[in-house]
């Protein structure tokens, strides 16, 4: 059976360069990057390539990276560590309503700690409105965390624009580019932030391997306690695969960028006019145009993403009905919700992201048998009787 | 030139069948383990089953393991986790003065949230005295963190025996086990706690690897926000190559245990003998008996541990001075100076840690070189000169 994987959010394959890179620190230069003899020499300057290599990717400097476990640890550090360095100065942080839990969950759990959260609503595109940021903003708030783009629909922020809309010398203004980073020109100056959150793993580095930028002289306090690794802002051994492999994946990014967005771009449009040209009763979800080169998302009206990702399983397609974070959850999605999507057309949540393998007869393979899935479920699904019936009657 | 690592603790080269197990997760297998499809089947299998193996190694259950990215967020995770969820019974928090900074510094950052914290002593030896700990227990006291095996100095605590000192249905006992297990014998029921931190980098596994086990219906709080992975406790997506060399490890450490402490006691009594026996004016750090299998600790008085690394290094041997966690900041090791060691004394401390592949022969070209090492480190000391002066005068 044909295989086609289109689930790259949730994970996606190593570049073999990038394992070859990581090879060795699974191997004979094993040494701790904190160790003043010559075994430890090979890991710290591999570490400190990487944070040049990561650093480069957003356009900032290295001693600025923070390397973390993973953007769910990154968003926290950013969320916590800034927003607790600010608390004297005051306790209040702007959000979107469709950031990743990494961010909405700590947000609200920083609640508990006396701040107060505003969420700025979307469209529903999914699109902030930076005048809406601007009007939320108030003598008290000390962060600003609204993501660059969206892990389930894609819609990428216009983060430059918001940033216009804070006061200077305000807020910290924080963006989470963990979906965004690797797959789309990301770049902190152009930016106008103060901090920005990614993960190798969304552009084919390993897990393990993630960062936080912070601009030099912007305070955070660490999530943890413990020795003086990353200039004691993120404690513990350094894991030197993984920073390694994070360091190829950012060059590899990084110089395959344009080729890469070029590609993505065309088989998501292939994809997203199949979808919306074969089956009723569907919808794109997220913007039209500021969304991710390899994000194709849907709702698909009248049936559930899990029955629909169990039969594209059975014909060898691998999708997601949102977030990996929360898919087995099997709750309607925040983000659909947040934009305005009803409760029950949110349940045929789908999506599609684009991998390097990715060709357009996989495209093509998909646009024949999701319209089959679809029937069939469909077929079997009271909705949609309901539906037919209301429709002649 | 001759090449002696003896910095184990440090960092240790993975073991092959670890190396072996990790590789099929950094290539085909490289499937998110809660997506629904059959992608993820493959790394959800893997990471359960190591799931289990860590379990084992400790004597524990599968489902009371929560993996995280390092020994030092097992023992932040613990120690904020399993305090702020007592929080409203009480803030006393109790911890011995040789503690690793991922518990000593977590435990003073907990004082900023109105924690008290208690710090027991340690003998000259390194040896918490349980009575020391049962007379510290006050009604509010809601955690006890005592270390299983110090990571400078090798001394294992009479954990069981502190655990009788506690209260029934008192506070919450959590053991860094970090230095600990897969290096001796570990059963959390025959210690008798309720929460213990390991770390996959401390037995031949990947850093990335680590664990905090907590008892069943035992509450903690998780240290950071976002998705459903490890039930809630600790979102982000799950590293699995690290999470199956961890289990790898966990497995091969549990088989392999009485051979290797046998073999590293062997090898460390004979390193021992032959400093003390050979080098004026040393002392062992830590307890004789009571010490890890593979430490052998010492202070050489009148130098300093930066130089005496240097050279061995010159000469191709690799040691430590102290925790990797603070080599670089080069101050006097706080375990030490707990232990009453004087500052002066404490600057010539030099740990040599074994590793599965050391030989006797390894042992007998330390006992060589170590010896000319801090004699001509002593021929440039202005209070070794002191000293001879005092002892003609």
């Known amino acids: 059976m044909r295989k086609v994987y289109l689930d790259n959010v949730a994970a996606m394959p190593l570049l073999p360069e990038v394992r070859e890179a990581m090879l060795p620190f699974l191997g004979d230069i094993f040494g701790n990057p904190q160790s003043l003899h010559s075994w430890g020499d090979g890991a710290r ?45 005051g306790k209040h942080i702007i959000i979107s309503s469709i950031e990743h839990f990494s961010v909405m969950n700590t947000a609200r759990s920083l609640e508990k700690e006396g701040f107060e959260v505003t969420m700025v609503p979307v469209d529903g595109q999914g699109m902030v409105d930076p005048d809406e940021v601007g009007r939320s903003i108030r003598p008290d708030t000390v962060l600003v965390s609204i993501m660059l783009a969206n892990g389930e629909v894609g819609t990428i922020q216009p983060i430059a624009k918001i940033a216009e809309k804070l006061p200077k010398n305000g807020p910290v203004f924080h963006t989470d580019a963990v979906a965004a980073a690797g797959n ?111 994000y194709a998302s849907f709702c698909l009206q009248f049936i559930e993403g899990e029955g629909i990702l169990m039969l594209l399983d059975s014909k060898g397609i691998a999708a997601a009905s949102g977030s990996a974070c929360t898919s087995r959850a099997l709750k309607a999605s925040h983000v659909l919700l947040a934009m305005g999507i009803s409760h029950e057309l949110s349940q045929g949540s789908t999506l599609f992201t684009l991998g390097l393998d990715t060709t357009e007869d996989d495209i093509n393979y998909v646009l024949e048998a999701l319209p089959q899935v679809v029937d069939r479920l469909r077929q079997m699904s009271p909705l949609y009787s309901k539906f037919l019936k209301e429709q002649k009657g």
């Open 184 to 294: 789309i020109h990301v770049n902190i100056k152009e930016l106008d932030v103060s901090a920005l959150s990614l993960a190798g793993n969304q552009f084919n580095g390993p897990r393990g391997g993630a960062a936080l930028w912070v601009k030099r002289g912007v305070r955070i306090l660490p999530l943890m306690d413990g020795g003086i690794q990353e200039g004691g802002r993120r404690p513990g051994t350094e894991d030197v695969p993984a920073i390694v492999g994070l360091g190829k994946a950012a060059e590899l990014a990084k110089k395959n960028l344009p080729v890469k967005v070029q590609r993505f771009s065309r088989l998501r449009d292939q994809l997203i006019e199949g979808v919306l040209g074969k089956i009723e009763h569907s919808i794109l979800t997220g913007h039209p145009v500021q969304r991710l080169p390899g």
């Open 45 to 89: 300057d591999a570490v400190e390539e990487a944070r040049g290599r990561v650093a480069e990717l957003i356009g900032g400097s290295a001693e600025e990276i923070i390397f973390t476990s993973c953007g769910t640890e990154s968003n926290n550090l950013a969320l916590r560590g800034l927003a607790r360095a600010k608390a004297e100065k």
